[in-house]
């Protein structure tokens, strides 16, 4: 097994904040009614059911990951190289912002760590690694 390190991942990631973002502002520009843009409430809460549907989805499912991740051929697995449950990847998507709180080291711990494991990779018992 083949554990994708710092770099894949960050690049995959950048690949999934453009798409979200075009995403978005197709929403805000195209779709949604001019009367719920002012809403700050309904502009914070619907970008956030997105994104955590994106990843927890697309990671649970079959293809075992999100688009940034299908494009560097990457996949999300547990420690049997199986796929990962819609709770697990809950797991994982939650425990990011633990990773991002405490001044990204849960990220920057992929370079570090033997299996290249982030925190949040640790905590939800999850490996990224090489289709």
Sequence with gaps: MIYAGFWKRFVASIIDSVLLT????????????????????????VPMIIIWLYYVLLESSNKQGTLGKMVLELKVTDYNNQRISFLRANARFFSKYISAIILMVGFIMVSFTSRKQGLHDIIAKTLVTKK
Excluded: R
Aim: aromatic share 30%; charged share 10%; hydrophobic share 65%.
């Design 22 to 45: 075009v995403v978005f502002d197709l929403l805000l520009w195209f779709i949604l009614p001019e009367s719920w843009k002012n809403n700050q409430f309904f502009l914070f809460l």
